[in-house]
Structures are given as structure tokens and as C-alpha cells.
């Protein structure tokens, strides 16, 4: 019988079945039976597109935006609420400084009235003088309070201005930092799609495995019941009648397909263990087992 060389153990029984049958079974007539092959049904997951991810993304994000501007809003007016604080703070330092320095000089200027006046000096050009004086002096310190106050003021409503500003563009604001959000959560959900993707791959794959071992064991049944019924037909060929068809010459060349394959070792370790062989070769299985235990040196 013509077949070719196997490449694996799974090939190798399925030749081997087949010249079991060809040789031992097929004159006897025997009918394999039927058995209904394993069908598992596959999962299936179609990744979003980018639109939809993008929509997803929106809705999922949705329910924070209107709080988020809020919570902003509402910063904002607490700081303008503490900058307008400071203003009125500002002004009130400066009216009461003011109101000091006034008080200072006008204390100043009743002691000078009253010395000039013990001194018979109240019209003299001296105690006019010194009350010019006096009087220069506190206009400059009032005009420093009041320079300082006004350039603190400007820059306090300057912050005021750019807060103004920032409320009235939250929105916008908001929009940008929402889009931002939103490209992140696309990108966030395109690699949770793309694990489901490999776990559907991998379970997907793990059923075409059981369904191929299922399949192969439908194979190995067959063969099974092929020696069951040859043990309760009548005529069966002997050995040598097999020798002479070429059966052996066959099974022996198939497994040694196999097995030549692999390395000496291997292979050694491997058919010792593998007994189902003894259903197809009889009497040449432990030959065949001593052959490769010799070739590998363990012998």
C-alpha cells in the first residue's frame, strides 16, 4: 500500500490505521462505525471602529463634565472672592496709615504752634517755615501710602481681569481638557479590545485542539473495534500470511517514518512508552524499540 511518511505521531497512527484496515480488516468486511465528530461553537468579538469607540468614550465620560466645570467655576470664584478681600484689606491699611501720618504731623505741629506762641515767634518766618516743612513731609509719606496701595490694587485687578476671563472661557476650556480626556479613553479602550481579541484567539484555538484530540480518538476507537472484531472473525490471516502481503513491511516502515525524524534519544524514550504500537506491529515492537535503544546508546 502506498502512503506517505509521516511527519507526526498524529499522522503516524493515522497511516498505521490505515494499513491496519487495508491489510486485516477490508477482506473481512468490516464497517467502521459512524461516530458524530465534536463541534464546539466559537466565540466571536468584532472590535469596535473608531467612531464608535469614540462615542463610547464620550458617553463614559459624560456624566463627570458638568461637575468638573462646576467644581472649576467655583475655584475660580473663591479666588476671586479672597483677591477682592485683599483689595478691600489693602484700601482700609492705607486709609488708616494715612489717618496715622496725619495724626503724627498734626500732633508735630501743635507742639511747634505751642512753642512759638510761649516764644512770641507765632508770626515769624521761622515757624512758618517749619510748618512747611512739616507739612511737605507728610504729603510725601501720604503719596508713598497711596503709590503703594495703587500699584497693589492694579496688580490684585489685574488677577481679577485674568480670572474674569478664565470663567468666562471655562467652558471652553473644559472642552479642550474633555476632548483630551476623551483621546485617552479611546486609546485606553482599543487595548482592552485588543486583549478580548487575543482571549477569544486563544479560546477559539484551545476548541480546535479538544476537536482535533476528539477526532483522533474517534481514529484510535476505530481502530480499537477493528481489532475486536478481527478477534472474533473467522479466517483470520496469520502472520506469516501478513509477512508475505507486505503488512509488517509497511507498519515498520511508517513507524520508522516517524521516529527517524526525531533524534536517537528521543526517539527511544518516546516509542518505549508508546505500547499502542504493539496493536499494529505484534511481534516487531519490541525490534523495532530495540533498534532505536541500540541506535541511541542506552542499550
Given at each position: 500500500m502506498q502512503f506517505n511518511k509521516p511527519t507526526t505521531k498524529e499522522e503516524?497512527?493515522?497511516?498505521?490505521?490505515?494499513?491496519?484496515?487495508?491489510?486485516r480488516v477490508k477482506r473481512a468486511g468490516y464497517e467502521e462505525v459512524s461516530l458524530k465528530e465534536l463541534e464546539l461553537e466559537r466565540l466571536e468579538?468584532?472590535?469596535?471602529?473608531?467612531?464608535q469607540l469614540i462615542e463610547k468614550a464620550t458617553e463614559l465620560?459624560?456624566?463627570?463634565?458638568?461637575?468638573?466645570?462646576?467644581e472649576y467655576k467655583?475655584?475660580?470664584n473663591e479666588q476671586m472672592i479672597k483677591t477682592s478681600a485683599q483689595i478691600t484689606a489693602i484700601e482700609e491699611s492705607a486709609e488708616e496709615q494715612t489717618s496715622q501720618v496725619e495724626k503724627l504731623y498734626a500732633d508735630s505741629e501743635e507742639k511747634i504752634r505751642v512753642t512759638a506762641e510761649k516764644n512770641g515767634l507765632i508770626n515769624s518766618s521761622a515757624y512758618l517755615d517749619k510748618l512747611a516743612v512739616l507739612e511737605n513731609e507728610k504729603n510725601l509719606r501720604i503719596a508713598d501710602i497711596v503709590e503703594k496701595k495703587d500699584q497693589k490694587i492694579a496688580e490684585?485687578?489685574?488677577?481679577?481681569?485674568?480670572?474674569?476671563?478664565?470663567?468666562?472661557?471655562?467652558?471652553?476650556f473644559n472642552e479642550q481638557v474633555f476632548q483630551k480626556s476623551v483621546r485617552a479613553k479611546v486609546i485606553e479602550l482599543k487595548d482592552e479590545e485588543a486583549q478580548i481579541t487575543r482571549e477569544v484567539f486563544k479560546y477559539n484555538n484551545g476548541l480546535d485542539e479538544k476537536e482535533q484530540r476528539y477526532a483522533n480518538t474517534i481514529l484510535q476507537a476505530n481502530a480499537n473495534l477493528n481489532l475486536k472484531f478481527m478477534e472474533i472473525s473467522m479466517g483470520e490471516f496469520t502472520k506469516d500470511q501478513l509477512v508475505d502481503m507486505g503488512y509488517y513491511t509497511d507498519v515498520v516502515n511508517c513507524v520508522c517514518g516517524?521516529?527517524?525524524?526525531l533524534d536517537a534519544v528521543t526517539a527511544y524514550q518516546d516509542i518505549v512508552n508508546e505500547e499502542k504500537l504493539t496493536i499494529y506491529l505484534?511481534?516487531?515492537?519490541?525490534?523495532?524499540?530495540?533498534?532505536?535503544?541500540?541506535?541511541?546508546?542506552?542499550?
Open positions: 503516524m497512527y493515522v497511516v498505521l490505521n490505515d494499513l491496519f484496515y487495508y491489510y468579538f468584532n472590535p469596535s471602529t473608531e467612531e465620560l459624560s456624566g463627570n463634565r458638568e461637575r468638573e466645570i462646576a467655583n475655584s475660580l490684585l485687578s489685574a488677577l481679577i481681569n485674568s480670572i474674569n476671563e478664565r470663567i468666562n472661557s471655562a467652558d471652553t516517524y521516529y527517524d525524524s505484534d511481534d516487531y515492537y519490541s525490534n523495532v524499540v530495540y533498534m532505536y535503544g541500540a541506535k541511541s546508546g542506552l542499550l
